[in-house]
């Protein structure tokens, strides 16, 4: 994970900016999860948070005394989370990795990673969740990507960055299956939502350029020829009232740690 660090520091206030949020229906699914921990001690982790928008999503549906930390090792990214985040919001930004959790053994209720696993080297990721779960604690694989099956722009997005920008910086992991055949965890279970948001046109470009894959995008054709063509990508695809609507699969794959 900390090898791609250098991926977001330079674009933490765009990534905030653009980056969507969370399903209500999803927070309140896996909030509902850590709820259910047998014996809960009061402590989740974020890994990977970024700047923060899940994290913020999650700590409004936990419990007041619930102790949320959010583990990120980009400073620059770290100091957006901070800056982003309300001072009596109640969540602990700190230096860390995914590869090497900042926490004690058996000392956490949940663990968590929204989009950010694919980052992750996931052997050591899950090995440190097994370590810092205590039995019955939630590992939860938080993701959105975007719905090509159902969504044209979409669609199109991927197209023109996989033709036009730089070659994909990782290959899309099957995490179903990963946590299905997880040593040391049971009880799999699968929360999907397909949700397309609705964006002015301006905002579209924002979001399709702040992902990884269009950097390359950004190189070849620089910061302004970019948003020119993500805007002629999108001009097909306006409503009558000037806004695009753009796809995305929301998921929660979750496991819980055995005894």
Do not use: K, N
Not at 203 to 209: D, H, M, R, S
Not at 238 to 243: A, C, N, V
């Amino acid at each position: 994970m900390v090898r791609h660090r250098a991926r977001y520091e330079g674009s933490a206030a765009r990534y905030a900016q653009y980056r969507p949020s969370y399903p209500d229906q999803l927070i309140r699914h896996l909030a509902g999860l850590i709820a259910g921990v047998p014996a809960a001690i009061g402590t989740v982790l974020d890994i990977g948070a970024g700047t923060g928008i899940f994290s913020r999503q999650l700590r409004d549906a936990l419990p007041a005394e619930t102790r949320l930390i959010a583990v990120e090792p980009g400073a620059a990214t770290r100091a957006q989370a901070v800056a982003d985040t309300p001072a009596d919001t109640g969540i602990e930004y700190v230096d860390g990795a995914a590869e090497a959790v900042p926490c004690r053994d058996a000392a956490a209720d949940a663990v968590v990673a929204a989009t950010a696993a694919h980052w992750f080297d996931r052997s050591a990721f899950y090995s440190e969740a097994r370590r810092v779960l205590q039995p019955g604690g939630v590992l939860a694989i938080v993701q959105y990507v975007r719905d090509e099956e159902s969504c044209p722009l979409a669609a199109a997005v991927v197209q023109f960055t996989g033709e036009r920008g730089s070659r994909r910086a990782y290959i899309p992991p099957d995490f179903r299956a990963e946590l299905v055949e997880l040593a040391g965890f049971g009880g799999f279970e699968d929360f999907t939502l397909r949700r397309p948001i609705t964006l002015e046109i301006e905002q579209f470009v924002g979001l399709a350029l702040s992902s990884s894959h269009a950097a390359g995008v950004i190189e070849r054709f620089g910061a302004d020829g970019a948003r020119a063509a993500m805007r002629d990508l999108a001009t097909p695809h306006l409503t009558g009232d000037g806004h695009v609507r753009f796809g995305y699969r929301f998921e929660c794959l979750t496991v819980h740690r055995a005894p």
